[in-house]
C-alpha cells in the first residue's frame, strides 16, 4: 500500500501541472494558455524559481494542497484496508461491527 501511495503522491507531485486540472484562470498566474495546476514546488530542477514567485502574496498553493488532500483519502482507504491482516479477502467483513473503529473513520474524514 506505500509504494501505490508513494506512486501515486510522487506522480502527482512532480507531474501534476501536466494532467490535474486548474478549473479557475486566475490561479493559472503565467501559465494562462495551459489548463492544468500552477506547479507548487518552490524550485524547478534547474533552480529556476515555480512557486517562490507567489508564495509571499498567495501563501500555500493549491497544488500542494490538492497533494495533501489526495494523500489523506489514501490513508483513509489504507485505513479501510489495514483492518484485514491475515490474508482475508472481504475487508469490508463485520466492518460496523467496531464502534471505536467506526469513531476513528469518521473523525478522520470528517476532518
Known sequence: MSIY???IVYTIVFGGEYFYPEPEVQYRYTRKDKPYVFPG???DWDGTPLWRLYENNHGASR???NVFNIFVIL???NLINARKIN???NILDNVFSNST???ILLIVFGG
Do not use: G, N, T
Request: glycine share 0%; with cysteine.
Open 5 to 7: 501511495e508513494i506512486i
Open 41 to 43: 514546488r518552490v524550485e
Open 63 to 65: 497544488h500542494m494542497s
Open 75 to 77: 490513508q483513509i482507504f
Open 87 to 89: 490474508d482475508e479477502r
Open 101 to 103: 473503529y467506526c469513531i
